[in-house]
């Protein structure tokens, strides 16, 4: 479990989910974004303005599910930004960018009834906690199309990678990307303003930082907060292997019960079974989760799950 999740910080981790919606995803004002995009992709271009774009895409793999990227948007001069934040191990995610990136490209080129002249650029970004390229050098990788000579042969497309096991956040800070990964990295840990760097107070970051910044967040955000840390401790932490193990025992009765009657009648009823015991399992794991990894009452926990208190309160007897 990465330590972004429970500190006695002030401050939200950006990593987490709420703190990437807040500061990455923040329609209301792009300034921590644009700044962001332009240190991730190596431009000495400003980005002047960003319009965020839906996030889903329609499944083209075989079982026909959709994707769905962490962000993505366009700049003023149209290059397409697609951006995914990976806290969890993923050594296979160079090929999910690329999927990502083939997706929109495809779409592009549908849009231009198949013509591939004038195609805009596309940018595949990848912030990950974890390495994906242990035997390379450096944390901030670009991916292009070029030859056995290294010569670039393509610009349209751009993959790039940050690797922020491998950022030290202790050496000296002088880029625009060496003070993101510090705050992406650091700002959980730390406990008072007077702990920030100097370039904390650069404008983009500061702004960020704000959003952050639990002691200035009302009822609705910090219930928002609260409920997010919690689905991503049951993804991170495999919770969902309980929900799995209920579902299997009640296929598996199911199953049992309805030999009399044909193993397809069978089968039916424990898909039945397993989903009505799954669901109530799952259920429960969630109120579980809420109790151990949130400061919310028994009596917001029943409002928000649609419980009475009597039921939270007796699973949270069980976890004394």
Request: charged content about 25%; proline content about 3%; some cysteine.
């Amino acid at each position: 479990m990465s330590d972004a999740y429970f500190t006695d910080s002030p401050f939200v981790s950006p990593l987490s989910d709420y703190g990437f919606k807040v500061t990455f995803g923040n329609q209301h004002n792009t300034l921590f974004l644009r700044r962001a995009l332009q240190a991730l992709i190596g431009s000495a271009v400003p980005i002047t303005a960003v319009s965020f774009e839906q996030t889903t895409f329609e499944g083209l793999t075989t079982d026909g599910r959709s994707g769905l990227y962490d962000l993505a948007c366009t700049d003023a001069e149209g290059s397409h930004f697609l951006v995914e934040m990976q806290v969890s191990r993923y050594p296979e995610f160079l090929q999910r960018m690329k999927f990502y990136a083939f997706t929109k490209f495809n779409t592009l080129v549908r849009r231009g009834d198949f013509h591939f002249g004038n195609m805009p650029r596309i940018y595949c970004v990848g912030i990950l906690v974890h390495s994906i390229f242990p035997g390379l050098p450096g944390y901030h990788q670009h991916l292009n199309l070029r030859n056995t000579e290294g010569v670039l042969l393509d610009q349209q497309l751009h993959f790039i990678t940050v690797e922020l096991a491998k950022f030290d956040e202790a050496a000296p800070i002088v880029t625009d990307l060496q003070k993101l990964l510090h705050l992406m990295k650091s700002l959980h840990k730390l406990r008072d303003v007077q702990d920030f760097p100097l370039f904390y107070r650069e404008q983009w970051i500061r702004e960020a930082i704000e959003e952050l910044d639990r002691t200035a967040m009302t009822a609705d955000e910090r219930m928002y907060l609260e409920m997010s840390i919690v689905r991503e401790v049951a993804v991170l932490d495999g919770h969902r292997a309980d929900l799995a193990e209920a579902l299997e025992e009640g296929k598996a009765k199911g199953l049992e019960e309805g030999k009399a009657k044909g193993l397809e009648e069978g089968q039916k009823k424990g898909l039945e079974v397993g989903k009505a015991e799954g669901k109530a399992e799952g259920e429960r794991e969630t109120i579980r989760l809420m109790l151990r990894n949130s400061s919310l009452s028994v009596e917001e926990i029943a409002r928000y799950t649609g419980n009475t208190v009597a039921y939270v309160a007796a699973i949270k007897a069980d976890l004394s």
